[in-house]
């Protein structure tokens, strides 16, 4: 199985600052890497779909890059909205795995 | 605009079995695999099964191979879970998924999941 190690596991942000998150794979997935967001007693939702392509709907503010085993989410300036889990997750080969998460919490 | 609803779930007792259905719409539901995912609650997520749009292919987790089975009803537009053999590490919520395009390997949307408890 494809192992997906995310860091960090939380962190606490400010409104306006700058946030990365990072995931890793433990074998090259080429681009098959999506970024989802969920809040609290929701689904998780879409952010960024193929490493890169922002889904419909979603801020600019968001952005991912990365290829091969080391990909970025990256929030260019936090939004109160924002404070939420992301989880990474490979679409390279079954079974499909995510990450266990980052929890940003606002500081 | 894709829409999934889950249902089905609930308290059943080790040994026990339950069957989650789905119901899909907003999209054309018979092109595209289908997906469960679950989650314990405060957890990470699981992706648990697949199946193929004419539900000819499925693929399962280790952990629930042999005991559930994936299928899918393309007239009504509903993906279904049965699960048996239930043991306590099945308790999570359970979420079908649709991906955007029509690789088996993308998820994209999800509905907003049913419990399944499994305790006695």
């Known amino acids: 199985d494809i192992q997906m190690t995310q860091s960090p596991s939380s962190l606490s942000a400010s409104v306006g600052d700058r946030v990365t998150i990072t995931c890793r794979a433990s074998?090259?997935?080429?681009?098959?890497l999506n970024w989802f967001q969920q809040r609290p007693g929701e689904a998780p939702k879409v952010l960024i779909y193929?490493?890169?392509n922002l889904e419909s709907g979603v801020p600019s503010r968001f952005s991912g890059s990365g290829s091969g085993t080391d990909f970025t989410l990256t929030i260019s300036s936090l939004q109160p909205e924002d404070f939420s889990t992301y989880f990474c997750?490979?679409?390279?080969?079954?079974?499909?795995?995510f990450g266990q998460g980052t929890k940003v919490e606002m500081k | 605009e894709v829409h999934l609803v889950e249902s089905g779930g609930g308290l059943v007792q080790p040994g026990g079995s339950l069957r989650l259905s789905c119901a899909a719409s907003?999209?054309?539901?018979?092109?595209?695999?289908m997906h469960w995912v679950r989650q314990v609650p405060g957890k990470g997520l699981v992706w648990v099964s697949r199946?193929?749009?004419?539900?000819?292919?499925?693929t399962y987790a280790d952990s629930v191979k042999g005991r559930f089975i994936i299928s899918r009803d393309n007239v009504k537009r509903t993906l279904y879970l049965q699960m048996n053999n239930l043991r306590a590490e099945d308790t999570a919520v359970y979420f079908c998924?649709?991906?955007?395009?029509?690789?088996?390997?993308?998820?994209?949307?999800w509905g907003q999941g049913t419990l399944v408890t499994v305790s006695s």
């Open positions: 997750q490979q679409s390279h080969l079954t079974p499909l795995t």
């Open positions: 199946i193929n749009s004419d539900g000819i292919a499925t």
């Open positions: 907003g999209f054309t539901f018979s092109n595209f695999w």
């Open positions: 074998r090259n997935i080429r681009s098959d």
């Open positions: 998924a649709s991906p955007r395009g029509f690789s088996g390997y993308t998820i994209d949307y």
């Open positions: 193929t490493t890169s």
